[in-house]
Nanobody, 116 residues
Framework: QVQLVESGGGLVQPGGSLTLSCAAS???????MGWYWQAPGKQRELVAS???????NYADSAKGRFTISRDNAKNTVYLQMNTLKPEDTAVYYC???????????WGQGTQVTVSS
């Protein structure tokens, strides 16, 4: 069972950038990887995902500002976030999904706070 560890969160000013990393304890090559966010009092929602064939999918609010990528050799997934807004403030979670979309693992989350 793969374990996921997120890093890279923090406090950033509006308009700033952050890159989140999700390091896996084993191979991620057979998993669709995703980043999810959860704001206080709200449900966890998909931000972006990347398939094993590196096709990507983004939430409407993330399109044009966020970029998801994967490095299977390093067992790591990234989320580059640009032009951050206060409404991007949330805990960001990494997720691995196997065949038929079955969840394999979640990370523990990393806090992103966008504030001046």
């Amino acid at each position: 069972q793969v374990q996921l560890v997120e890093s890279g969160g923090g406090l950033v000013q509006p308009g700033g950038s952050l890159t989140l990393s999700c390091a896996a304890s084993g191979s991620i090559s057979s998993y669709t990887m995703g980043w999810y966010w959860q704001a206080p009092g709200k449900q966890r929602e998909l931000v972006a995902s990347i398939s094993t064939a590196t096709s990507t999918n983004y939430a409407d609010s993330a399109k044009g500002r966020f970029t998801i990528s994967r490095d299977n050799a390093k067992n790591t997934v990234y989320l580059q976030m640009n032009t951050l807004k206060p409404e991007d403030t949330a805990v960001y979670y990494c997720c691995a999904r196997g065949r038929f979309g079955i969840t394999v693992a979640w990370g523990q989350g990393t806090q992103v706070t966008v504030s001046s």
